[in-house]
């Protein structure tokens, strides 16, 4: 069995960088080239990914983004159009699914309706050569592994959604899957079931030691679970990462928008290190960019530095931004979220839009901020990330 | 927005990948080659040689045979003479005589008058093409070669015909006045049992779902009774009733009952359980909220009901017309028992058939007949699509307030239509077991004696329950099977679409017309299923087929209730798929494959139209006995043998219900 049940040392060490390099040990998953196509309607673009032994995936992105037309492809379910699949070294390209190496849990659960739990969890180990005596010790052992075991003679129906979630899990793993496959497993469950189970499977999943690929759209469930992130729209892949790695660090307009908020404004390059937004120039990095370059400026809520009310700034909201990206603002609205405020600023050297900021409950009380109050907040120059427009 | 940048950039160097089929794939596609040969056979190639055969004509070519007649010695040959010209000289064959069936045959002899199969004179006959031929005794010959005959044999000598195809039939059909008198007849009496029956059955449902009236289950039972008796046992009734002996005659007031009237309320007794059920579905689905805003804008209760009520059963209300409809115009028994001399189509086919072996004019009827079916069922269908989109999932369930008025005239007018559903069950219930109604009503048992009439005697009681069983085990077996297949096997998906498209297309089919089909593509002896014809087998395969959309809609519907990813969790579990099939997919599917099973018994039970041209002497069914009975003037006993079916349909009902319950306590105990 590749996967006992004794706890085996985790990989954890396993490389967290975006791109696997040559040296590396050989990905346990490899997809090349993968492309699939309805028609005219190109779901997957030209895919290619790796995934190393024991590794947590998120397949992240909108509905409709192919991430579990990626995962059914994995699957064997609906076979790619083109591109390879190598799991293990092991061509599994275009094996039929029960010819390939995993499990899967779905966010229906799809457990049998006229099984007991027993016998939804034995289906999978029934028929394979295993005594009824093993058979009856491997599903006494998952149940317990689930924290299910007083529920093995009871029926699906009698179980809540997130019962029912964790045993089509143990179903999934009674087989010792090298692969384990989640599509979108917490969609149907209440908030509060979702953050517990989110632990649970990420424990299991830490103690098994399985690569395990998950499919989501919940960027909160993605960014607690996943050791990589794969975020993915209109059918390819916009950026691969870690949580930390995605989320302050975005490569793409796509990804900043998509994991956490953002204040986006129409910003242009003037010099090396400078744009200029509103009425005001910046200080930011403008690597891929040259001057005169028409280019998107983006900024977090929570990097939004306040700097107090200034009393000499009331009446002169529109002093120009300091070398340190320091500018006055208004505080029009103000939005109590029980964690942080949320707080709509006018700053006129930004232009029209309002600057949506987050600032800590503490923050607020200390530098005495109040709606109608004009205060300086600085926008850190490594926090102002530049996007080509989109057309 | 550009466009171009859209279009699939696929780099198609190498062609699109294939999967590897795995064992279950290869098992799943063998399955459903077979059962989608089953429906090729069952249905397709019969309607399709059907279809030709009301295409083709056949005639006399005269100018395709030559003669030679040689002297007394029998060695001197008279000159080459065609039959065409020998008929232009003698006028032995008129023009109307020229034009047969398929069986025409023409005595060679009619072009020598002075024949004698005595004579020592010789004669040669020939072909003119290759496809000329003719028989001797029954030895077909064909071909340009010279052929010699003594005398003795040239008398047995006869000219088959030569097959075209064109609408000649359909002009013969059309130009012919009484054949076409009965399209007019047909849709007559069709249109205006549609009218009633629907009226009615709009009536029942809405006092069903709006009012509060007492004993509605007892209705709705009492109301689907006439599923399970045949077609012709209303026509029994009303025979009995108002026929010449009938006790109500005089409520006629001269009229007779043999004809339109007897039709239409036949009708309305045989077609009134289907329309109720489509139309209680159509209003059980209303949404209380439309009421309470129709309410709370002070509509008027007819306001509400022609705003509200009739709207939402608008779709309901249209395929029920088109059912009845249908069914009325496709029946058979009905019309045959008490239309008297009034002319239906249905009863046309059948006359041109089984009375004058006219198979290429019944299968002219059998097209015709299949325009209003074809009609019915695509508005049918759609219909049935928009119904659903109708449906929304937050629609709060009506609950009706108590109304003493108009709970009064629902709860009396529910009486009234099941009185005249129990009075004809009655009568015929009466008239099998009393001597001679209505004048000597002592009660004997001479009117079960069935062995001592025509019809088929207690034996064709026997083969219906013989049929009505493998119908049911079968018909559930190949119909659940071929569901599972369209609904839960990936790829094939062509195969799929043919596949359910011939599943569906039975219902658009009429029995007789079916029945007919099968004669002309079973009993050509150079089918190698041949043999079935004149068997059981023939009669369960009939039966299947007619029956088949509706079980067939049934089965679907219960899979598309298992979430779809059975399938793939068995799969990635390494289960075949047969496992899963008989573990969960058949027992979830259980309570359907039941419903399905009793669908086809009860009316394998009752089915005449099919199976009247297909039964033999060994195979007689009670349904044709009750047919065949009242032709000879049994009716009696044809209204005994009626019963004889009701009461099994009765006792199969009460079985369905008992092994359901049992088998669900057992395997169900999850819902």
Request: proline content about 5%; charged content about 15%.
């Amino acid at each position: 069995m590749r996967h006992a049940l004794s706890i085996e040392p985790t990989p954890t060490t396993l490389s967290r960088a975006a791109a696997p390099a040559g040296a590396e040990p050989a990905p346990y998953l490899k997809i090349t080239d993968l492309w699939k196509a309805y028609g005219d309607f190109v779901a997957l673009r030209d895919i290619s990914l790796s995934i190393a032994r024991g590794e947590f995936i998120c397949f992240l992105g909108p509905s409709g983004c192919g991430k579990t037309t990626l995962l059914r492809a994995i699957a064997g379910l609906d076979l790619q159009t083109q591109g390879t699949i190598l799991q293990d070294g092991r061509n599994i390209s275009t094996l039929p699914a029960s010819s390939r190496d995993y499990g899967i849990v779905f966010q229906s659960y799809a457990l049998f309706p006229n099984l007991t739990i027993e016998q939804n969890i034995a289906f999978g180990l029934e028929n394979t050569g295993r005594s009824k005596e093993g058979v009856k010790a491997r599903v006494d052992e998952l149940l317990a592994m689930v924290g299910l075991s007083a529920h093995g003679k009871k029926y699906p129906a009698q179980l809540s959604g997130g019962q029912q979630q964790r045993i089509a899990l143990a179903r999934a793993i009674a087989i010792s899957p090298g692969l384990l496959l989640l599509d979108e497993p917490l969609s149907a469950l209440d908030a509060k079931v979702r953050v517990h189970l989110r632990h649970e499977i990420k424990a299991l999943q830490r103690q098994l030691g399985v690569t395990t690929i998950m499919v989501t759209h919940d960027q909160e469930e993605a960014l607690a679970m996943a050791d990589r992130i794969v975020v993915m729209n209109h059918g390819v892949i916009e950026q691969v990462g870690s949580p930390t790695e995605i989320y302050r660090h975005p490569e793409t307009l796509f990804v900043a928008d998509f994991i956490g908020e953002t204040n986006q404004f129409p910003a242009k390059v003037i010099a090396d290190g400078e744009v200029e937004i509103g009425h005001s120039a910046f200080r930011c990095s403008t690597e891929d960019f040259s001057a005169g370059h028409a280019a998107t400026a983006v900024v977090r809520p929570v990097d939004i530095i306040p700097h107090g009310a200034d009393a000499h700034a009331v009446n002169a909201v529109d002093r120009p931004a300091t070398p340190q990206n320091l500018i006055d603002a208004e505080v029009r609205e103000m939005e109590f979220l029980g964690m942080f405020w949320r707080t709509r600023l006018a700053a006129p050297r930004l232009g029209e839009r309002t600057l949506v900021a987050d600032f800590s409950v503490n923050a607020v009380r200390r530098l005495s901020i109040q709606t109608g109050g004009v205060i300086q907040v600085e926008i850190p120059r490594e926090r102002l990330l530049l996007y080509p427009r989109s057309a | 927005m550009n466009m171009v940048l859209e279009a699939p950039h696929l780099p198609l160097t190498g062609k699109r990948l294939r999967q590897e089929s795995s064992r279950d794939d290869r098992i799943k596609l063998g399955f459903m080659a077979v059962i989608g040969l089953y429906l090729i056979i069952a249905l397709g190639a019969p309607l399709f040689v059907m279809l030709s055969k009301s295409l083709s004509t056949y005639r006399f070519d005269l100018a395709a045979f030559e003669f030679q007649v040689s002297d007394e010695t029998g060695a001197n040959w008279g000159p080459v003479l065609s039959a065409e010209a020998l008929n232009r000289e003698l006028r032995a064959v008129t023009d109307g005589e020229l034009s047969t069936n398929s069986d025409g045959r023409l005595a060679a002899t009619k072009f020598f008058p002075e024949f004698s199969f005595r004579s020592p004179v010789h004669y040669r006959i020939r072909g003119t093409t290759d496809d000329a031929a003719f028989l001797v005794g029954s030895t077909l010959e064909k071909g340009t070669e010279w052929r010699d005959y003594d005398s003795g044999t040239f008398r047995r000598v006869v000219l088959r015909p030569a097959r075209s195809l064109g609408v000649e039939n359909f002009a013969t059909y059309f130009s012919t006045p009484a054949l076409a008198q009965s399209i007019y007849n047909s849709v007559l009496m069709a249109s205006i049992s549609t009218i009633f029956t629907v009226a009615i059955a709009f009536a029942l449902a809405y006092g069903l779902t709006r009012s509060c009236m007492p004993l509605k289950g007892l209705f709705r039972g009492i109301l689907t009774i006439p599923i399970l008796v045949p077609s012709l046992l209303p026509g029994i009734a009303l025979v009995y009733l108002f026929g010449n002996q009938g006790v109500f005659k005089d409520w006629l007031m001269g009229y007779s009952i043999y004809g339109p009237i007897g039709i239409v309320i036949g009708s309305i007794f045989f077609t009134l359980p289907h329309a109720f059920l489509i139309i209680l579905t159509a209003l059980s689905v209303a949404d209380a909220r439309h009421y309470e805003a129709a309410a709370s804008l002070k509509a008027s209760k007819w306001r509400t009901f022609k705003t509200v009520t009739v709207p939402g059963a608008r779709f309901g209300l249209v395929s029920a017309a088109f059912v009845v409809f249908t069914l009325v115009i496709t029946d058979f028994g009905l019309p045959k028992v008490i239309g008297g001399q009034y002319g239906m189509l249905a009863v046309d086919i059948y006359k041109q058939v089984i009375g004058q072996q006219n198979f290429e004019m019944g299968a002219v009827v059998s097209v015709i007949l299949l325009v209003p079916a074809i009609l019915a069922f695509v508005v049918d269908r759609r219909m049935q699509k928009r119904q659903v989109a109708l449906l929304s999932a937050r629609a709060v369930p009506y609950a009706p307030k108590p109304n003493a008025r108009m709970d009064a005239i629902c709860f009396s007018f529910a009486c009234l239509v099941s009185l005249f559903i129990l009075g004809m069950i009655a009568m015929c219930q009466i008239a099998a077991v009393v001597k001679f109604w209505p004048y000597d009503l002592t009660l004997t048992t001479k009117n079960f004696a069935f062995d001592l009439m025509d019809g088929g005697g207690w034996a064709a009681y026997g083969n219906s329950i013989r049929l009505a069983l493998l119908t049911a085990l079968f018909g559930s077996l190949v119909v659940f099977a071929g569901a599972y297949m369209v609904e839960k096997a990936d790829g094939f998906r062509v195969g799929r679409g043919i596949f359910h498209f011939l599943a569906m297309m039975p219902m658009a089919v009429p029995g007789m017309v079916l029945g007919l089909a099968y004669i002309f593509f079973f009993n050509n002896p150079a089918n190698p299923l041949n043999a079935i014809y004149g068997t059981m087998t023939i009669l369960v395969v009939s039966t299947v087929t007619h029956f088949y959309t509706v079980a067939h809609l049934t089965a679907l519907t219960a899979l598309k209730q298992m979430d779809p990813e059975f399938e793939s969790v068995a799969a990635s579990l390494k289960q075949p798929f047969h496992r899963l099939f008989f573990r969960v997919t058949v027992p979830v599917c259980l309570p359907a494959i039941l419903n399905i099973a009793i669908y086809l018994f009860v009316n394998a039970m009752t089915t005449v139209s099919a199976v009247v041209f297909l039964y033999s002497t060994d195979t007689k069914l009670a349904s044709v006995a009750v047919l065949n009975m009242d032709d000879a003037g049994d009716i009696a006993p044809a209204a005994a043998m009626g019963m004889m079916i009701f009461y099994t349909n009765v006792a199969a009902k009460l079985i369905h219900a008992a092994i359901a319950r049992s088998l669900l306590a057992r395997t169900q105990a999850w819902r």
